[in-house]
């Protein structure tokens, strides 16, 4: 056999071997992205269900604060509602739009990219979630009264504000003054620049729910990228 023909049979042999290698890692990338997208299936739901909620919670805080907007305490107490939940909802119609990209593509890029995005949607809710505190205030105003308007006794007449004269309005506002300041702290404080102090780092790396899911989508790409890392050895 000449050493032309060895050359030749040599190079078919590993133009055959790359050809099944790309088969298999193009086959992985399917199964991969196929668990990144079974994992994060219930979380798109989830996330659909709650942003509907969000925007019937947003129309009916609109419709309470057009039948009390002439009663200062109650109408600014719908306001601040009404700015805590359009602030959920855009947060949450991240959340969805970055889930949903993932759910129609197989591009492992892509996946990365919306998964990274995702987790700093979860994160900024965290830091949110602080920042507005001081909103919940607003819950023990506007829901007895809601269902006053509604001509319900489900509170038996309750009515936070004539129950304490007045005085719970005034708690919101103080509580506002004093909160806020400290909500925005947080707020600057927890960003992955400062993950070397202790307590933000926890924060970040909080392990639950929706951030354990996304964390189990990216572990089954970093899986792909080290099979991947190991082949082009």
């Known amino acids: 056999m000449e050493l032309e023909d060895i050359k030749e049979m040599w190079q078919a042999h590993e133009a055959k071997i790359e050809k099944t290698t790309a088969l298999n890692l193009h086959t992985l ?3 991969q992205s196929h668990k990144v997208r079974s994992v994060i299936k219930p ?14 919670t947003i129309i009916a805080l609109l419709v309470f604060l057009i039948f009390n907007f002439s009663q200062l305490p109650y109408a600014v107490s719908a306001i601040v509602l009404i700015g805590y939940y359009v602030l959920l909802y855009i947060n949450q119609y991240r959340q969805v739009k970055e889930l949903w990209l993932i759910r129609e593509t197989s591009d492992v890029v892509t996946m990365q990219t919306a998964l990274t995005k995702l987790k700093t949607h979860i ?39 004539k129950q304490t004269n007045g005085e719970w ?14 909500g925005i702290w ?7 620049k400062n993950m070397h102090k202790k307590w933000v780092r926890k924060i970040i790396m909080y392990n639950k729910g929706a951030n354990k899911t996304v964390n189990k ?15 082009d050895l």
């Open 29 to 31: 990338e399917m199964i």
């Open 123 to 161: 994160l900024h809710f965290m830091k949110f979630s602080v920042l507005t505190i001081p909103a919940f205030l607003s819950f023990p105003v506007v829901v007895p009264k809601a269902f006053a308007d509604l001509n319900m006794n489900v509170l038996r007449g309750f009515d936070m504000v």
């Open 186 to 192: 947080f707020y600057t404080q927890v960003t992955p």
């Open 217 to 231: 989508a990216v572990q089954y790409l970093n899986e792909l990228e080290e099979i991947k890392a190991g082949a």
């Open 169 to 182: 309005w005034h708690i919101e506002i103080i509580t506002f003054a004093v909160l806020i300041p400290l």
């Open 43 to 56: 979380l798109l739901v989830k996330n659909m269900i709650v942003l509907v909620l969000h925007a019937l």
